[in-house]
């Protein structure tokens, strides 16, 4: 029986175990995520309501009825957006999309409980120091375009780069 010190000392074990080693790391990897399997899309573009850039955190939101994808991008200052997609598999599909423009949400306020402005803000009758409240930011967009269904904006995306630009008005 061979001695387990000159057994380790074996030129051959080091380069086995690790190839064994690599072996497992590679076997552990997961694969890439599938393609998507539609033609994709890029969309980008501006909204403008009266002529002038919708305010900045706007929702702009997508809807692909017949692939059941639905997609949101932040305006910025410029009334600017950008589509990403959240799930590799499904990217953003080429076709037909009813839009959605939704004004900002209030922002959260550092207002002290207990306070008339406190309580005011929390009844939604007052805007917190230097803020608009969700009712004030309500009438930035027009109702008609807080859903898909209502607002009339309709964006045909091919395969690659698309830009568009939607003229809102009040």
Known sequence: MKDASKLSQSPIIAPVFCAIALSLVWGC??????????EQAQISGTVTIDGKPIPANCDVVF??????????AKSDTLG?????????????????????????????????????????????EKSGP?????????????????????????VEAKAGSNEVKFELSK
């Open 29 to 38: 990897q997961s694969p890439p995520p599938p393609k998507p399997k539609t």
């Open 63 to 72: 809807s692909h009825k017949s692939e059941g994808v639905t997609l949101a």
């Open 80 to 124: 600017k957006f950008s589509l990403t997609a959240m799930d590799p598999r499904i990217g953003i599909p080429a076709g037909t999309y009813q839009v959605a423009v939704r004004p900002p949400s209030a922002p959260v306020v550092d207002l002290k409980p207990g306070t008339p402005e406190y309580e005011a803000f929390m009844k939604n």
């Open 130 to 154: 230097g803020q608009k409240s969700e009712a004030d930011l309500a009438d930035v967009i027009p109702a008609k375009y807080h859903q898909h269904d209502t607002s009339g904006l309709v």
